[in-house]
Protein backbone atom coordinates (compact mmCIF):
# COMPACT_ATOMS: atom_id res chain seq x y z
CA UNK A 1 0.00 0.00 0.00
CA UNK A 2 1.35 3.34 -0.74
CA UNK A 3 1.55 4.86 2.89
CA UNK A 4 -1.35 6.94 1.88
CA UNK A 5 -3.58 4.23 2.33
CA UNK A 6 -2.85 3.90 5.68
CA UNK A 7 -2.33 7.00 6.75
CA UNK A 8 -6.13 8.04 5.04
CA UNK A 9 -7.20 4.93 7.32
CA UNK A 10 -5.28 6.12 10.18
CA UNK A 11 -7.40 9.70 10.02
CA UNK A 12 -10.11 8.52 9.39
CA UNK A 13 -10.02 5.95 12.16
CA UNK A 14 -8.80 9.26 14.56
CA UNK A 15 -11.95 10.82 13.01
CA UNK A 16 -14.90 8.89 13.26
CA UNK A 17 -14.00 5.40 14.44
CA UNK A 18 -12.12 5.94 18.34
CA UNK A 19 -14.28 7.25 21.13
CA UNK A 20 -13.05 7.93 24.45
CA UNK A 21 -15.43 7.70 27.42
CA UNK A 22 -15.02 8.20 31.45
CA UNK A 23 -18.29 5.60 31.73
CA UNK A 24 -16.94 2.39 30.34
CA UNK A 25 -18.36 1.27 27.08
CA UNK A 26 -19.39 -2.71 27.09
CA UNK A 27 -17.46 -4.83 24.09
CA UNK A 28 -18.44 -7.51 22.29
CA UNK A 29 -16.53 -9.74 24.50
CA UNK A 30 -18.12 -8.73 26.93
CA UNK A 31 -15.59 -6.67 28.73
CA UNK A 32 -15.56 -2.51 29.62
CA UNK A 33 -13.57 -0.27 28.12
CA UNK A 34 -12.99 3.50 27.92
CA UNK A 35 -11.93 3.28 24.63
CA UNK A 36 -13.90 2.34 21.67
CA UNK A 37 -13.65 1.69 18.59
CA UNK A 38 -16.59 1.64 15.76
CA UNK A 39 -14.88 0.25 13.03
CA UNK A 40 -18.26 0.44 11.04
CA UNK A 41 -17.08 4.08 10.13
CA UNK A 42 -15.53 2.48 7.86
CA UNK A 43 -16.70 -0.54 6.98
CA UNK A 44 -20.28 0.79 6.15
CA UNK A 45 -18.61 3.69 3.83
CA UNK A 46 -18.00 2.57 0.43
CA UNK A 47 -14.95 5.09 -0.06
CA UNK A 48 -13.61 3.67 3.04
CA UNK A 49 -14.00 0.12 2.71
CA UNK A 50 -12.61 0.71 -0.97
CA UNK A 51 -9.16 2.33 0.56
CA UNK A 52 -9.06 -0.58 3.22
CA UNK A 53 -9.53 -3.28 1.15
CA UNK A 54 -6.38 -2.30 -0.83
CA UNK A 55 -4.87 -1.38 2.31
CA UNK A 56 -5.55 -5.60 2.81
CA UNK A 57 -4.94 -6.76 -0.51
CA UNK A 58 -1.84 -4.64 -1.73
CA UNK A 59 -0.01 -4.11 1.60
CA UNK A 60 -0.96 -6.42 4.54
CA UNK A 61 -1.78 -9.44 2.85
CA UNK A 62 1.32 -9.86 0.45
CA UNK A 63 3.37 -9.41 3.74
CA UNK A 64 1.89 -12.73 5.05
CA UNK A 65 2.85 -14.93 1.93
CA UNK A 66 0.36 -17.40 1.94
CA UNK A 67 -1.84 -18.99 0.09
CA UNK A 68 -5.95 -18.99 0.38
CA UNK A 69 -9.32 -19.08 -1.95
CA UNK A 70 -11.84 -17.81 0.40
CA UNK A 71 -11.73 -15.01 3.10
CA UNK A 72 -14.74 -14.49 5.61
CA UNK A 73 -15.75 -14.82 9.74
CA UNK A 74 -18.30 -14.48 11.84
CA UNK A 75 -21.08 -12.19 10.66
CA UNK A 76 -21.30 -8.71 10.62
CA UNK A 77 -18.62 -7.47 11.48
CA UNK A 78 -16.47 -9.45 9.30
CA UNK A 79 -18.94 -8.99 6.27
CA UNK A 80 -18.28 -6.21 4.57
CA UNK A 81 -14.55 -6.13 4.77
CA UNK A 82 -14.91 -10.14 3.13
CA UNK A 83 -16.97 -8.64 -0.26
CA UNK A 84 -14.49 -5.76 -0.72
CA UNK A 85 -11.43 -8.02 -0.69
CA UNK A 86 -13.12 -10.60 -2.40
CA UNK A 87 -14.01 -7.51 -5.17
CA UNK A 88 -10.74 -6.48 -5.23
CA UNK A 89 -9.30 -8.82 -5.96
CA UNK A 90 -11.39 -9.78 -8.64
CA UNK A 91 -10.36 -6.49 -10.31
CA UNK A 92 -7.04 -8.01 -10.15
CA UNK A 93 -7.70 -10.78 -11.86
CA UNK A 94 -7.75 -13.31 -8.95
CA UNK A 95 -10.69 -15.38 -7.60
CA UNK A 96 -11.05 -15.38 -3.53
CA UNK A 97 -14.62 -16.50 -2.54
CA UNK A 98 -16.07 -14.45 0.45
CA UNK A 99 -17.40 -16.34 3.08
CA UNK A 100 -20.05 -15.54 5.92
CA UNK A 101 -19.59 -17.92 9.11
CA UNK A 102 -23.52 -17.11 10.61
CA UNK A 103 -23.15 -17.16 14.81
CA UNK A 104 -25.63 -20.24 14.17
CA UNK A 105 -26.81 -22.43 12.11
CA UNK A 106 -29.83 -21.05 10.45
CA UNK A 107 -33.38 -22.59 11.25
CA UNK A 108 -34.68 -23.09 8.15
CA UNK A 109 -33.74 -24.35 4.66
CA UNK A 110 -30.68 -26.11 4.60
CA UNK A 111 -29.71 -25.10 8.57
CA UNK A 112 -26.06 -24.29 7.42
CA UNK A 113 -23.85 -21.61 9.24
CA UNK A 114 -21.29 -20.69 6.30
CA UNK A 115 -22.31 -19.32 3.47
CA UNK A 116 -20.98 -19.00 0.00
CA UNK A 117 -19.33 -21.48 -2.51
CA UNK A 118 -17.58 -22.79 0.84
CA UNK A 119 -17.75 -26.45 -1.08
CA UNK A 120 -15.04 -24.90 -3.25
CA UNK A 121 -12.89 -23.84 -0.91
CA UNK A 122 -9.71 -25.81 0.92
CA UNK A 123 -8.20 -22.65 2.43
CA UNK A 124 -9.99 -19.43 4.31
CA UNK A 125 -7.67 -16.16 5.62
CA UNK A 126 -10.27 -15.51 8.47
CA UNK A 127 -11.73 -11.80 8.60
CA UNK A 128 -12.86 -9.38 11.84
CA UNK A 129 -12.93 -5.54 12.28
CA UNK A 130 -11.57 -5.85 15.55
CA UNK A 131 -9.88 -8.44 17.94
CA UNK A 132 -10.22 -7.90 21.56
CA UNK A 133 -10.08 -11.11 23.38
CA UNK A 134 -10.52 -13.29 19.45
CA UNK A 135 -13.99 -14.87 20.57
CA UNK A 136 -15.87 -14.22 17.92
CA UNK A 137 -12.93 -15.52 15.11
CA UNK A 138 -12.67 -18.14 17.31
CA UNK A 139 -16.35 -18.95 16.83
CA UNK A 140 -15.68 -18.41 12.87
CA UNK A 141 -12.50 -20.85 12.83
CA UNK A 142 -13.80 -23.40 14.58
CA UNK A 143 -16.86 -23.45 12.51
CA UNK A 144 -14.56 -23.19 8.90
CA UNK A 145 -12.47 -25.89 10.26
CA UNK A 146 -15.59 -28.04 10.75
CA UNK A 147 -16.33 -28.53 7.40
CA UNK A 148 -12.49 -29.23 6.48
CA UNK A 149 -11.45 -25.60 5.46
CA UNK A 150 -8.33 -25.37 6.53
CA UNK A 151 -7.33 -21.92 8.43
CA UNK A 152 -3.89 -20.73 9.37
CA UNK A 153 -4.05 -16.73 9.28
CA UNK A 154 -6.27 -13.98 10.03
CA UNK A 155 -6.27 -9.98 9.04
CA UNK A 156 -8.56 -7.49 11.07
CA UNK A 157 -8.48 -3.66 11.37
CA UNK A 158 -7.88 -3.19 14.69
CA UNK A 159 -6.08 -4.98 17.37
CA UNK A 160 -7.41 -4.20 21.11
CA UNK A 161 -3.81 -5.75 23.04
CA UNK A 162 -6.13 -7.38 25.09
CA UNK A 163 -5.35 -10.90 24.70
CA UNK A 164 -6.84 -11.78 21.11
CA UNK A 165 -3.86 -12.15 19.52
CA UNK A 166 -2.45 -14.57 21.97
CA UNK A 167 -5.72 -16.34 22.36
CA UNK A 168 -5.32 -17.16 18.49
CA UNK A 169 -1.80 -17.65 18.39
CA UNK A 170 -3.30 -20.79 21.15
CA UNK A 171 -5.30 -21.87 17.97
CA UNK A 172 -2.64 -21.81 15.22
CA UNK A 173 -4.01 -18.41 13.75
CA UNK A 174 -1.68 -16.03 12.94
CA UNK A 175 -3.52 -12.53 13.31
CA UNK A 176 -2.30 -9.81 11.28
CA UNK A 177 -3.92 -5.95 11.94
CA UNK A 178 -3.75 -2.87 10.65
CA UNK A 179 -3.37 -0.74 13.73
CA UNK A 180 -3.12 -1.57 17.44
CA UNK A 181 -5.02 0.47 19.86
CA UNK A 182 -2.24 2.21 21.16
CA UNK A 183 -1.89 3.92 18.58
CA UNK A 184 -4.52 6.30 19.22
CA UNK A 185 -4.08 7.42 22.52
Not at 61 to 85: H, K, N, R
Request: glycine share 8%; hydrophobic share 35%.
Amino acid sequence: MSHSNRDQLFQWMKRFVYRYSEKPFRLASGLESHHYFNCKEVTLRPERLSILADCFVDEIIPQMQIEFDAVGGLTLGADPIAYAISLAYQKRGKLIYPLVVRKESKGHGTGQQIEGFWKEVKSCLIVDDVITTGGSTIKAVKVLREVGIQVTHGICILNREEGGKENLDAEQISMQSIFSKSEFF
